[in-house]
């Protein structure tokens, strides 16, 4: 006979998966799978493209034999995030039955991260809930982006293998359908300081610099910290430091309005990202006036 659990398994489902002969004569044999009362999914598609608007697919399977009232949100998002709907949303899942509902989150222009989203389910006194990871945001418009002026030279301090920094100006923030070369930049896998540096004809004036970085995986390579350094009387300078948060896959550096004829972003030694601390890895940069 299966004797149930002192501390139960909560309010959920029982499946007779299987009975047959056990070993000795007369015996029997069960084995029991258990689910729970609700089973939640959430899905983002194509979660390392980066969308503006991106649109949240959550399936609710009830698994009981009785109707369940639902209330279910999204979380996620600082408090300038868009999220609809913002409240709860009030849902009934008939038994052995799902349903589907879509939920949408704006991130601020100008902001890239990997997000992690939370559905949550609420029904009396339980509550559900399940999660995905996904980039959310989409980058800053630009008027004029100087990285990609006439006659501008890019240079760096080393590339990996098979890498070339000429994709740090192409326009494309992270192209699909290419190949791994073409996708970013990246530097060698040492720990000394890493840089991308730019170089002007002529003095150009600046107030930004973006920098956009490699996602992977679902995984963003950002450093730690970052620096931005200008040409002054023929010398580098530093300018500001940023400290990006964990998951942020683009970066804006605000600077004090200046005119020059170079400017290096830095990646000092060992503050890459926590998961390859020794490499400089980026798709894109940007820079306005």
């Known amino acids: 006979s299966f004797t149930w659990p002192d501390e139960g398994y909560g309010d959920g489902f029982v499946d007779l998966m299987a009975i047959g002969l056990g070993d000795t004569p007369g015996a029997v044999r069960q084995t029991y799978a258990f689910r729970p009362a609700v089973e939640l999914t959430l899905e983002a598609a194509d979660p390392s493209t980066p969308m503006a608007e991106r649109i949240l697919t959550a399936r609710c399977h009830n698994n009981s034999s009785t109707l369940r009232h639902l209330r279910m949100r999204i979380e996620a998002g600082d408090d300038d995030w868009s999220l609809t709907p913002a409240q709860w949303r009030e849902v009934d899942v008939p038994p ?15 902001t890239i991260r990997m997000e ?28 004029n982006n100087l990285a990609r002026a006439e006659g501008v ?17 192409d326009g494309l ?25 730019l170089t002007w004809p002529a003095p150009v004036r600046l107030g930004r610099v973006i920098i956009y970085w ?21 010398e580098l300078m530093p300018l500001a430091t940023a400290e990006p948060a964990p998951g942020d896959a683009a970066t804006t550096v605000l600077l004090s309005p200046t005119e020059t004829r170079r400017i290096r972003i830095v990646q000092p030694a060992a503050m ?18």
């Open 214 to 234: 490699n996602v992977e995986d679902a995984q963003v390579y950002a450093p730690r910290e970052v620096r931005v350094e200008v040409e002054r009387d023929g």
């Open 116 to 143: 992690e989203m939370r559905l949550v389910a609420e029904a009396e006194a339980q509550r559900f809930e399940t999660t995905a990871v996904a980039l959310c945001g989409g980058p800053e418009e630009l008027a």
């Open 96 to 110: 052995n039955t799902s349903t589907i509902e879509e939920f949408t989150i704006r991130a601020p222009e100008g």
């Open 153 to 169: 030279q890019l240079n760096v301090d080393s590339s990996y293998t098979g890498y070339t920094p000429t994709v740090l100006n």
């Open 173 to 197: 923030l992270w192209p699909t359908g290419v190949h791994w070369t073409q996708h970013a930049w990246a530097s060698a896998d040492t720990a000394d300081d890493h840089w991308i540096e």
């Open 272 to 289: 890459g990202s926590v998961h390859r601390p020794n490499l400089m890895w980026v798709t894109e940069v940007q820079v306005g006036g």
